[in-house]
Structures are given as structure tokens and as C-alpha cells.
């Protein structure tokens, strides 16, 4: 390999690090219970056997409940137990696209493979980031630390645990604010609105668009949510489709208090919640003022993203990583694996290329407040409110970048040029 091509040499410790990652990931997921992924393997299979009416039987806010066979009887079939299913609260066309793959494979075999996925997205996530934003971090040495590093932090570990797929999502939000930035409006909002048709938050990065005067990117967005609406209903029927907006709106309507929320509202209402409580899964009513206060933190962030983007000018717009890691600390359900998202302000902060001793101890801290048990013991030290400490990372994360405003994050070494929206 010493007599290859340095270029070729740099290809090739590439793949093989990010083919690692995807194995070592797939290993570990393998053995890893997979909770969360039961609820789309199970609604995939009742699509597939013509049963798309029950898929949200099972659904009370954030809660699962039995109020038909449907739900164990396919869980039991399946080798699936029962007592393990989670509620089904995503789109029903997110049932329609996994039904073929929940139909012919083993749920261990379904939880291997969205592992495999998820990982591949990350991959993808690191990559497209260096690209965007951080030049210096695209070589195998730094990828093969920021990928491999990533797996001792709470987000990852509780998304292989649970088998979750928010890093799938996560990659398709970032790719659409990479078309956006290239030019490529069309591309950017179906990007997004594949990734909001599932998961919710990333569509608030539309509304920065709309304030960096992204409009043509916004515009897209905003057709082809249209447009999945409208194969949602053609597929499921307008009965499932209504059942799938109650099911949204009790989710919005409900509160959860325990560890593992890292939102805004949990930190507020959670204020005075005693450490074995909040190891307690206890939804409760979500206040109308947190809901307000949390719209509100939401808008005005998406806001200022976009403004701060406008105002950099091509080559310098960080408005994005801003964006999305508000939208996940100031959404009402923010559940400790959404802080996979700390992966992009953490890659922008390691590539400045002054001061980076400064740098490299943010970037420490921010690590630190997500990793289980050092994050706990620097929070749980300051009360029940310091106590989410992911949250804090995101918040820091966001001070940080917000300061940086005026200033851009990129020297001229560093810069990349983008055709304006």
C-alpha cells in the first residue's frame, strides 16, 4: 500500500475505516435489544398482511396499550414479545416502506439491518459535514476518531441499545442544507421532507431557509411534504391517516419527566423531580405555557439561523448545524439519542484553525456532559435542573456559535465557495 498514490492511499484507509465502524456497529447491535424498533417491524408486518387499520391501536401518547389482538397476535407470530412493544407514533407511510422487510425477516435480522443503515448514515453524516464545514477533519485519522470516539457517548450508546434510527434522518436533513447551500433547491426540500415526514424536527431548518432567503429551497419543501401527505392518504386511507394525527397530537399533549428526555420542557417542568423519579417512565399533561415557550424558543432560533446565514454570505453560512441542534434541545421530546446532532457543531469546533487548544477543551466538555457516567456526576453535583446534561451540551453548543456570529468560523484556508439559493 506504501507504493500506492498518497491520494489512493487516503481513499483507501477511508473506506476501510468506515467499513470497520459499519461492522463494529453491526456486531454490537446484534446483541442490543432493539425496543424502539419494534413498533415499525410490527406495524410493517400488520401492513403487510392487509391490517394497516390497527397500527395505531396500540398508541396513547407516548404510551403503548393493547386495545385489539391485532398488535400481540402479530407480535407473538413474529417471535416478537409482546409485553416489549413500544407505540407506533410515525407516519404510516413509514409502516408502507418497511412492510417488506418486516414481512420476510426475523426481527433480529430487521434490527442487524437498520443497524447497518444507521451506521452507514453516520458515516455519511461525518463525511458530508467535513466537507461542508470542516475541511481539516476529512482524512481517515480524524474520521476514524470522530466516528469510533462517538460510540462511548449516552446518544449512541442508547440508540443501539434501543435501535434507533434517528441517524438516518439526521443524514437527510444534512444532506438537504448541503443541496441548499450548492445550489440544488429542488434537492434540498425533498431531502427534508423525507426526513420530516418521520421525524418532525428537522423540518424547522425550512423556516431558516425562508429567513436566509432560501425560498425556492423552503418552496420545494413545503410541495413535497404536499406530496407525501397525499401518498400517505392514497395508501392508508383517511380513517388510518386521522388516527395518525390524534395519535400526534396526544404526543404533543404529553410530558415525560424521565432521564432520558433532554428537552427544554423536561428541564423546566423536571426542575424539582428527586433522581429515582426521574428513572420512572411517568408521562404527564404538557403544560400550554411549555408548549409556548418551546414553539417559541423553536421559531426564534430557526429564525436566527437563517439570518446569521444571510448575513455571512457564501462560505461562511453555519446557520444549519445552529438550526438543527436547537430544533432537538428546544423540541418538547427530545430523547438523549437526538443529541447525535452534537456531532456537527463538536466537527466545526475541532477544525478552527486558531486558538485550537481552546477548541479541543470545548469540545472535551461537550463530550463529557454525554457520556453516562461523567455527564450525570458533573450534572447531578448542580441539581435536578443541571442534571440533563445533554441539554446543556446543546445549549453550550449554541452560545458558542451564537457569539461566533458576527465572526466567521472559516479562514481562508478552510473556506468553501457555495452558489447562493
Request: proline residues 6%; charged residues 10%; contains cysteine.
Amino acid at each position: 500500500m506504501s507504493q500506492l498514490p498518497a491520494a489512493t492511499r487516503r481513499r483507501t484507509s477511508l473506506v476501510l475505516v468506515r467499513l470497520a465502524y459499519v461492522a463494529l456497529v453491526a456486531t454490537i447491535s446484534a446483541g442490543q435489544p432493539g425496543w424502539d424498533l419494534t413498533a415499525p417491524y410490527i406495524a410493517g408486518r400488520l401492513v403487510a398482511s392487509g391490517q394497516i387499520s390497527a397500527i395505531y391501536d396500540q398508541a396513547d401518547g407516548l404510551s403503548a396499550r393493547q386495545t385489539s389482538s391485532a398488535w400481540p397476535a402479530a407480535a407473538r407470530q413474529a417471535g416478537v414479545d409482546p409485553g416489549l412493544l413500544t407505540a407506533y407514533i410515525q407516519t404510516p407511510l413509514w409502516a408502507w416502506i418497511v412492510s417488506p422487510l418486516a414481512a420476510h425477516l426475523s426481527f433480529t435480522a430487521f434490527k442487524i439491518l437498520f443497524a447497518i443503515l444507521s451506521a452507514a448514515a453516520i458515516v455519511a453524516l461525518a463525511g458530508v459535514s467535513a466537507d461542508l464545514w470542516a475541511p481539516s477533519l476529512s482524512g481517515p485519522a480524524w474520521q476514524a476518531g470522530l466516528l469510533f470516539g462517538s460510540l462511548l457517548t449516552t446518544p449512541f450508546v442508547s440508540a443501539m441499545a434501543l435501535g434507533q434510527v434517528q441517524a438516518i434522518f439526521l443524514c437527510l436533513a444534512v444532506a438537504a442544507a448541503s443541496a441548499a447551500l450548492r445550489g440544488r433547491p429542488l434537492l434540498a426540500g425533498a431531502l427534508l421532507a423525507a426526513a420530516a415526514s418521520v421525524k418532525i424536527t428537522p423540518g424547522w431548518l425550512a423556516l431558516a431557509w425562508l429567513a436566509a432567503g432560501r425560498t425556492r429551497a423552503a418552496a420545494a419543501f413545503a410541495g413535497a411534504m404536499a406530496l407525501l401527505t397525499a401518498v400517505t392518504v392514497l395508501l392508508s386511507g383517511p380513517a388510518v391517516f386521522v388516527a395518525y394525527l390524534h395519535t400526534l397530537a396526544a404526543v404533543g399533549q404529553t410530558a415525560t419527566l424521565s432521564y432520558n428526555n433532554d428537552s427544554l420542557a423536561a428541564v423546566l417542568l423536571g426542575a424539582r423531580l428527586t433522581p429515582d423519579a426521574a428513572f420512572r417512565f411517568a408521562p404527564i399533561p404538557m403544560p400550554i405555557w411549555a408548549t409556548a415557550l418551546s414553539l417559541l424558543a423553536l421559531s426564534a432560533s430557526a429564525i436566527y439561523a437563517g439570518l446569521a446565514d444571510r448575513k455571512a454570505g457564501a462560505g461562511h453560512q453555519t446557520g444549519a448545524i445552529f438550526a438543527l441542534v436547537a430544533a432537538t434541545a428546544f423540541s418538547p421530546l427530545a430523547w438523549n439519542h437526538y443529541f447525535i446532532v452534537l456531532l456537527l457543531p463538536a466537527m466545526l469546533f475541532l477544525a478552527q484553525p486558531r486558538h485550537r487548544l481552546a477548541w479541543a477543551a470545548l469540545t472535551a466538555l461537550i463530550v463529557a456532559l454525554n457520556m453516562p457516567p461523567l455527564g450525570y456526576a458533573i450534572g447531578g453535583s448542580l441539581g435536578a435542573v443541571a442534571r440533563r446534561t445533554p441539554f446543556w451540551a446543546a445549549v453550550l453548543c449554541l452560545v458558542v456559535m451564537g457569539r461566533q456570529g458576527k465572526q466567521s468560523f472559516f479562514e481562508k484556508k478552510d473556506q468553501k465557495t457555495f452558489a447562493p439559493v
